[in-house]
């Protein structure tokens, strides 16, 4: 009880302290005027608890996901025709893996056309596409330098030679480091047949988890990204929040004015704005696709900066539209798709950053009674990383626990990394931060890693038998 108790005390200090109400307690307690801090204190720590309050269903999501099941679908006929469509920019080093890997599918073969652009390339991305079967285009534009442009001149092309609504079900955008799973299209027909979703995605895991700590760690964010929000969305059947490639859409999105989603992170735009204009988007956890990791700093920094820069950009572009959309017709889908992708660590880092600039200026100008002092400014920086790296532990453990039979990384790789998992979670609020300041241009990505989709099946398939042995 006593324990107990010295809890409760300890949480009622923490709340006094952080909403600036012991400042303001203390003042009136003294018949004294209240301390500018407190009301700073209070309007921060109120704007931080207004935000939380509004977000905390995220925190379910993650229980959920831990907990729960990504729901199963029944076999429909394969009788669908799928068109794959794959913005290239010089990946002759990994394009070919991946058609290979796609007419190795056990869906049949003459329901599914491949579509690539050449996008840029200086290498022979399209030669070798074009040998093994692909419908090949080119860009050759070099203002225009990203995915999204990429897609919109194939998309555009496409539609010159062929009927986007009519000639296919559904187009699957894949990227050309990506290795589908042999049923992959398979499940997602199951899907898209006993669903009335507009657009959906599949379980995203990686080819080189193992290559260094580097690729292990954007790995694990991965695999967070579907405990902490696509597998609960898909349990409570609400609209994702999409990234990454492994899209799939319904012909009618891509014929109603074809691609038209060209920011540095063309798929985030994409899904608020399918949100926005009530399509549904879903998700399906039997469709497996493998992707490759950064496996340098340099190409992590480039790769994070870019998507830090394109979440500020979509939302400034969409949120707007998309909380109107809310009032207008409100859903739980628009509020929840607000919130998921409203850059609250750039927020929160710099709501902290500034609060601490003001109290450094109320130090300078009315001294003690500004109730500043530098102890209290190096226990914020110490607790913001410190809480950053031991908070991004404990969800990283839980990450992996829950998605062990998808972790293609040996045991005691994982006991070895697992203390530098965290340091995403450190550094991220600063990509978040750096982003309102540096605009990234789209610059390439050498992707290496080559393994079918059969190696990594049967990889994965040794790993949980092992496992299996061992319990």
């Not at 996901?65 to 290239?88: C, L, M, N, T």
């Not at 690729?215 to 929000?229: F, I, K, L, P, R």
């Not at 492994?246 to 989603?261: E, F, H, N, Q, V």
């Not at 994409?270 to 950064?294: C, H, N, S, W």
């Amino acid at each position: 009880m006593e324990f107990l108790n010295a809890v409760w005390e300890a949480i009622v200090r923490w709340v006094y302290g952080f909403f600036g109400i012991q400042i303001i307690m203390d003042a009136l307690a003294k018949n004294e005027p209240i301390p500018v801090q407190g009301y700073l204190q209070a309007i921060f720590g109120g704007i931080v608890a207004l935000l939380g309050i509004l977000s905390v269903h995220r925190f379910l999501y993650f229980i959920l996901g831990v907990f729960g099941r990504s729901p199963k679908y029944p076999e429909a006929p394969k009788d669908k025709r799928y068109a794959f469509i794959i913005a290239a920019w010089n990946e002759e080093k990994v394009i070919g893996n991946l058609i290979k890997d796609i007419r190795a599918m056990d869906y049949p073969q003459d329901l599914i056309e491949i579509f690539v652009v050449a996008d840029n390339c200086t290498d022979k991305t399209g030669e070798i596409a074009a040998s093994l079967g692909a419908h090949v285009y080119y860009h050759d534009c070099k203002s225009e330098h990203s995915k999204g442009y990429g897609l919109r001149s194939l998309v555009s092309q496409m539609s010159k030679d062929i009927d986007i609504a009519k000639d296919f079900y559904a187009y699957s955008i894949l990227d050309a480091d990506n290795v589908p799973a042999p049923d992959y299209l398979s499940k997602i027909n199951n899907y898209l047949q006993a669903t009335n979703v507009d657009e959906c995605v599949g379980y995203r895991n990686s080819k080189n988890l193992s290559e260094n700590w580097i690729s292990a760690m954007c790995g694990v964010q991965n695999y967070g990204h579907c405990v902490n929000g696509l597998r609960p969305r898909a349990i409570l059947d609400v609209s994702q929040e999409m990234y990454g490639p492994s899209t799939t859409l319904r012909s009618y999105i891509l014929a109603d004015g074809g691609w038209k989603w060209v920011s540095l992170t063309e798929d985030l735009e994409m899904a608020i704005d399918l949100t926005a204009r009530g399509y549904k988007t879903g998700y399906t956890e039997e469709a497996v696709f493998y992707e490759e990791q950064p496996n340098k700093l340099k190409l992590l920094w480039r790769q994070r900066t870019r998507w830090s820069r394109g979440v500020l950009i979509a939302f400034k572009n969409y949120g707007g539209r998309l909380l109107k959309s809310f009032f207008k017709k409100p859903s739980w889908s628009k509020y929840d798709i607000f919130w998921q992708t409203f850059p609250i660590s750039f927020v929160f880092f710099w709501m902290g950053f500034l609060y601490q600039i003001i109290s450094i200026i109320l130090f300078l100008f009315i001294g003690n009674s500004g109730y500043f002092d530098w102890w209290t400014f190096g226990n914020y920086v110490i607790t913001l990383f410190a809480g950053s790296y031991v908070s991004g532990f404990l969800m990283n453990l839980v990450v992996i626990i829950r998605e062990w039979k998808h972790f293609l990384l040996p045991f005691w790789k994982t006991l070895l990394y697992i203390f530098l998992f965290p340091l995403y979670n450190v550094v991220d609020p600063i990509f978040s931060a750096l982003s309102a300041f540096i605009n990234p241009e789209w610059k390439h990505i050498d992707h290496h890693f080559v393994k079918n989709a059969k190696d990594l099946a049967a990889e994965e398939a040794a790993k949980n038998n092992a496992d299996e042995k061992c319990d």
